[in-house]
């Protein structure tokens, strides 16, 4: 195969031909970077690696615009788009069909690096999911910080990339499948008194390497187009690690230097899947924590990553694995060598040792003191991270009359307002969208730490819905329960886990469950199976294995039963004396 695979135009089949009139100049494919060796190893490879041989999904790009012209002009329907392009390619653009579950209908993955977005953008996407209705126009916050927006036709979707692109500098490209996803910062970044590393500029640094064409200029970096599977980066900017390094791909670990500079200690490997869960390994590498260092440091990773990960099983493609093949320590040097060979003056030191007093991790929801004596930061409860258009609006008004226009999500599917003048806070809290509806500042130690994945509602991969389930249980949970701390009950719709259970408290992943119904038989029910006793933050750990498996969780008030147990049991729980009003 020519090291330069041609990029050819999906509808008159014509090499870099395009509709678009906005595709000035031919642009490098994801293929054309793969040296001949990997090329071999992805023909050989999995289906999704000869699918993109064929048709290389960096030309969605602009293939987008061009269907979505020959839609509205009534000569092409999705039915006439291959398959290929319609499961896969288009995962490049942001754009995810989803029409096992919403026949004709697609969801849009934004990358919002470490998860700050201005009000103007919420209402731009309120706007653009309106005219879908109630059930299907929903926003999603997601586990990455990130936002999903539903019900969008292919039509639409390509419209608002235009209206990102040339207004927001924002993308969707290459936020799905073998692409390097959302980069997640920290929520504080800025605000804190106790942060060692402002991660906007890196965050923002890291985003432009992964999806901003230098040749070009344009959204789409062909560059990291056709990695082996997706990747996951991760800046904390402090001890409490936010950002959940230590289950990503990347994770960088803020730690100062004993000379006195800040950098991070590297972590690489972690990640949850179907066929494995790992926690993340130390690379024994600190890296000055500079956005021109930390780009030169993840573009080796990358680099590394898409010429030698495993192109043949996709179930032993994320970094990890490469990780473990070549050893820690070899592949720790591979990488500092591959810093040093770019000769832009970037040098990785040893891991530095950790500060080990003690340290409380802190909260996010809620009113909370900033670096500045007169500004508070407010976290605010998204229930599940869906958001109506309504709600969305509503949390782009506050953000105008409280935090400047600034919304900042939380990798809890929350959001904060930073910056509050410390005299407009009871103002905002008399607010009705936090106090009459879901969004909530206080929502209480069993309802407020939910997180929950987007099931079967949406997801094709899903065995059981999880968000509306999820919001009805845990109201139930809370008349039940009162808990002294956040106890986080995460809930996931299948074992991709990307809910993370493994790092919850309490985590429900969907699950194969029976039980007996009216004529004694076993029936199959919506079941799940309950992971206990994950930690975050400092030192962070996983719950590899089920605590409880198949545990029927059709009945909402026995399962919430169960889940109120496991708190009084393992998070000092107590019965509630006085029932909530909304329930
Ligand atoms: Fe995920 C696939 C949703 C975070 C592990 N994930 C999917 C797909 C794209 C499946 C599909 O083809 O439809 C889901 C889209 C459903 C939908 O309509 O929303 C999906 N994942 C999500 C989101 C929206 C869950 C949420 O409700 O917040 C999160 C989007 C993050 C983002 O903004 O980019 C999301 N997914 C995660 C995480 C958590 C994280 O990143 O910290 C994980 C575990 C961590 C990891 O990746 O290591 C995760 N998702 C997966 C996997 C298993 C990966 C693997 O190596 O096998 C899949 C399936 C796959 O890639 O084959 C998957
Ligand atoms: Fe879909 Fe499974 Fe991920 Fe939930 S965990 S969003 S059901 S792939």
């Known amino acids: 195969m020519a090291r330069l695979a041609a990029a050819v135009c999906l509808s008159c089949a014509s090499a870099m031909v395009y509709h678009n009139p906005t595709a000035v100049q031919s642009r490098r494919t994801g293929t054309s970077f793969l040296p001949d060796s990997t090329l071999e190893r992805a023909e050989a490879g999995n289906k999704i690696e000869q699918g ?60 919002i690096p470490n998860g700050i977005v201005k009000a ?30 539903r019900g969008l036709t292919l039509e639409d979707g390509a419209d608002l990339t235009k209206a990102l692109h040339a207004d927001h500098n924002m993308t969707s490209f290459q936020s799905a499948l073998d692409n390097a996803r959302n980069v997640v910062g ?8 106790l942060e060692l590393v402002d991660t906007r500029p890196i965050a923002n640094a890291i985003n432009d390497l992964i999806s901003l064409d230098k040749e070009t200029g344009e959204r789409g970096n062909p560059q990291w187009g056709n990695l082996p599977r997706k990747f996951n980066i991760a ?45 993340s390994v130390p690379l024994g590498l600190w ?53 040093e060979s770019y000769g832009r003056g970037v040098v990785l030191e040893e ?86 509806g879901r969004l909530a500042v206080d929502p209480g130690n069993v309802k407020g730490p939910m997180v929950s994945c987007t099931g079967a509602q949406f997801c094709p991969l899903a065995i059981i819905e999880t968000k509306t389930v ?35 408290d309490i985590g429900l992943m969907g699950a194969p469950a029976k039980r007996k119904n009216d004529e004694g038989k076993m029936k199959a029910v919506a079941g799940a199976n309950i992971f206990l006793g994950g930690t975050i933050g400092e030192g962070g750990h996983l719950a590899l294995d089920p605590h409880m498996k198949n545990v029927p969780i059709d009945d909402e008030d026995e399962i919430a039963g169960v889940i109120a147990g496991l708190m009084k049991e393992n998070f000092g729980a107590v019965d509630r004396v006085e029932v909530p009003k909304e329930v």
């Not at 290929?84 to 390619?89: M, T, V």
């Not at 653009?128 to 109630?134: A, L, S, V």
């Open 52 to 111: 993109k041989l064929k048709k290389d999904p960096t030309n969605a790009w602009t293939d987008l615009y061009d269907f979505a012209a020959k839609i509205r002009a009534g000569t092409l329907d999705y039915s006439e788009i291959e398959d290929f392009d319609i499961n896969s390619r288009l995962k490049w653009t942001g754009i995810l069909s989803r029409f096992r579950r919403t026949p004709g209908r697609f969801m849009m993955r934004l990358r």
């Open 120 to 149: 103007d953008t919420l209402r731009l996407f309120a706007d653009t999911i309106e005219p879908y209705g109630d059930e299907l126009g929903v926003m999603d916050i997601t586990t990455r910080q990130n936002i999903q927006l």
């Open 186 to 193: 920290s929520p504080l970044a800025g605000l804190d008194d």
């Open 235 to 279: 800046i904390s900017g402090g001890r409490d690690d936010f950002a959940h390094t230590y289950i990503n791909d990347i994770g960088l670990d803020p730690v100062p230097h004993q000379d006195g500079r800040i950098g991070f200690n590297v972590v690489v490997g972690g990640y949850m899947s179907i066929k494995r869960v790992a926690e």
């Open 287 to 339: 890296v000055p924590a500079d956005p021109y260092s930390v780009t030169a440091l993840c573009e080796a990773i990358l680099r590394i990553f898409r010429d030698e990960g495993n192109r043949k099983d996709r179930q032993k493609a994320r970094l990890m694995w490469l990780v473990e093949d070549m050893g820690v320590e070899e592949y720790s040097k591979a990488i500092k060598a591959e810093v």
């Open 351 to 436: 891991a530095q040792p950790h500060e080990t007093g003690a340290f409380e991790r802190r909260e996010l929801l809620g009113v909370h003191a900033q670096a500045d004596e007169g500004l508070r930061r407010v976290g605010v409860h998204v229930p599940a991270g869906r958001l109506s258009v309504e709600e969305a609006r509503h949390v782009a008004d506050l953000a105008d009359r409280y935090s400047e226009g600034e919304v900042r999500l939380t990798v809890e599917q929350n959001f904060i307002l930073p910056n509050v003048p410390a005299d407009s806070i009871d103002a905002l809290l008399q607010e009705p969208a936090l106090t009459m």
């Open 470 to 504: 999820a919001e009805r249980v845990m109201a139930k949970v809370d008349a039940l329960v009162e808990a002294p701390k956040p106890v986080r009950v995460h809930w996931t719709g299948c074992p991709n886990s990307c809910g993370q259970v493994q790092a919850a």
